[in-house]
C-alpha cells in the first residue's frame, strides 16, 4: 500500500511537472546559429517583443552539424541558423531539418534561394562583388573578365578554398562548365599580385597599398569598413575602394546566403515556424540589412545605404542547389590549378 501510494503520488508529481514544462516550452525556443551575437540577437530581442516567445541561443563557431547530429532525439534544437548555402544544404543532407510548409516564407524568399524541399530557406544574401582601385576606369566587369591578360599581376583574393570562393566558383561551373572553369581558374592564378590568401578586407587594404588594383570579395565588408564599425584603419581601406557588382556573362552576381531550418526533432516546432516566419518580416528584413550590411532576401525590404550606392543587384539566377552541386568540383579544380600554391 505505502509503495502504490508513494508510486501514485509520484505519478500526479510527474503529470504536474510534464504539464508545467509543456506550458513553459510552448514560450520557449532554442536556437543553435554559428552567426555571430552582436548580429543575430536585436532580432531575436525584437521577435520576444513582438511574440513574446523567450529565445535561448547557443552561439557556436563551428561544429553545428556535428553537435546536433550527437545530441540526436533529444536535441533542444528548435532552429539551426548558419551561413553559405553549403552549411544549409548539409544540414538538409545528414537528415537534421524538417519540412516546413509556410505560404509566408515561400511568398517571402525567392524559390532560388531556398530549398525545394523546404528543409531551408535563406533570410539574407551577401553578394561576391569587384573591389577595384577609385581611379580605374571601370564601370561594368563579368567574372569571367578576371583572366584577361590585361589583369596580369594586378588581382587579389583569399584562398581558391574558402567556402565564399568555392561557391563563386561552383557558380561558374554551373555557367560555364568545368573544362572552361578549369581554364578561367588558371588564368585567374596567373593574374595574381600576391598569394591567394588572407580575408576579404585584405583586398581593399591591399588596393589601398598599391599591391593590386582589382579583387574579388564579399558585399558586407564594404559596409563594415566604410562605417567604421570595423575600427578606425578600415575606413581608408573602404574608402581606397570602388565597388562593381560583376556579372556572369549568361547571369547576374553571384550571392551567397544566410539562412536557417527547423531541427528534425524540434521540441517547439510551431514557435520554430512563427520565428522563420519573422525573421522574412518587413521589421527583421530591415534589421539584418542594417546589422551587418547584408541584402534582404524578400524583395522591396530597405537596404543600407553604403550597400545601395553599389547599384541594382541583379541576383544570378542559378538555384542555390545546383551551386552546392558544383562545389567539390570546384574545390578540385582550385587544387588542381594551384591556385593557393
Ligand atoms: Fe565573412
Redesign the pocket.
Known sequence: MKSLSTLRLALVGGVFALAGGASAMAAELNIYTTRESGLIQPLLDAFTASSGVKVNTVFMKDGLAERVASEGESSPADILMTVDVGNLADLAEKGLTQPVVSDVLKAAVPENLRDPANNWFALSMRARVLYAAKDLDLAAFNYEDLSDPKWKGKVCIRSGQHP?NTALFADYIAHNGAEATEAWLAAVKGNLARKAGGG?RDVAKDILGGICQIGIA?S??VGLMRSGKGGEEQVAWGDAIKVVLPTFKDGGTQVNVSGAAVAKHAPNKGEAVKLLEYLVSDDAQKLYAKANFEYPVKAGAPIDPIIASFGALKVDPVPMTEIVKHRKQASELAEKVGFDN
Open positions: 565564399y576579404d564579399n558586407y565588408y
